[in-house]
């Protein structure tokens, strides 16, 4: 598995209220839409501490088989209208392809 975490800022001037309606209700939907994508979780942030400068409003975690069909999906027309969709909600996203090291389990 591939993995890559988006760091979500608001669109200057939405509440935060309405952010996270805009991002579940409508966004969410559009992103379930490509089917290539293996897991599409949302983290919204609901505190922080020790950030550097402006704090990030929320993260998401997209999974993918390998690297080469995270670019694949990327370049996709299929992909398209979840990345239109994400500048009517977001001012600015950061990328960061992840590895994975479990130190504890879930469920266990």
Known sequence: ???AIFVIYRKEGWTRE????????????????VTQIRGYTVFPTIGVTG???E??????????DSKEHFHQVLRSEEFRP?????????????RY???????IPLGV
């Not at 704090?55 to 993918?64: K, N, R, S």
Request: without cysteine; aromatic residues 14%.
């Open 97 to 103: 392809t992840v590895d994975k090291h479990v130190g």
């Open 18 to 33: 309405r952010f996270m309606d805009y991002w579940v209700n409508t966004h969410m939907p559009i992103a379930k839409q």
């Open 1 to 3: 598995m591939y993995q």
């Open 82 to 94: 979840a990345l239109a969709d994400g500048d009517v909600f977001t001012r600015h996203v950061e």
């Open 51 to 53: 950030e550097l400068g």
């Open 55 to 64: 704090p990030a409003d929320g993260f998401v975690l997209l999974t993918f």
